[in-house]
């Protein structure tokens, strides 16, 4: 297959997985998939952007099943319509209420972390101990 031969749509496919995977699933060199990236348009490979986006979607269904929230839902539809957006143009940026409200799950998940850990440790390493 010639680089030229490589649709956008085609390209599109293969947006959820890592570069390298996909050069690899599309049986072609990777300089040459981001050769023809470039030439379509896309400056940077979105699997990261896309699968940061679909973690948040899932962050906000878990807290969407313990409450019933209508801002909740509406938060939800939207950025499910943005992660469409996103597969069809890689080069959108993401809003900032949607970098906040990234920033807020990532604070929720490590605080929730550390509590885990925190559970499992002996009391002699805990930090009331010294």
């Not at 986006?53 to 899932?58: G, K, P, R």
């Not at 939800?76 to 959108?92: A, C, D, G, T």
């Amino acid at each position: 297959m010639r680089s030229c031969d490589i649709e956008l749509k085609e390209i599109r496919a293969y947006f959820h997985m890592p570069i390298t995977k996909a050069a690899m699933e599309m049986n072609i060199g990777l300089t040459v998939l981001k050769k023809r990236c470039r030439d379509v348009g896309i400056t940077r490979w979105p699997h990261r952007k896309l699968k940061s986006l679909i973690t948040l979607i899932n962050n906000i269904q878990e807290i969407g099943k313990s409450s019933s929230d209508v801002n909740i839902m509406e938060e939800l539809k939207s950025l499910e319509e943005y992660r469409k957006l996103m597969e069809e143009n890689p080069e959108i940026q993401l809003t900032n209420e949607t970098k906040k409200l990234r920033q807020a799950c990532f604070k929720a998940n490590y605080k929730k972390r550390l509590a885990m850990h925190a559970m499992f440790l002996p009391a002699a390493y805990s930090k009331d101990f010294f």
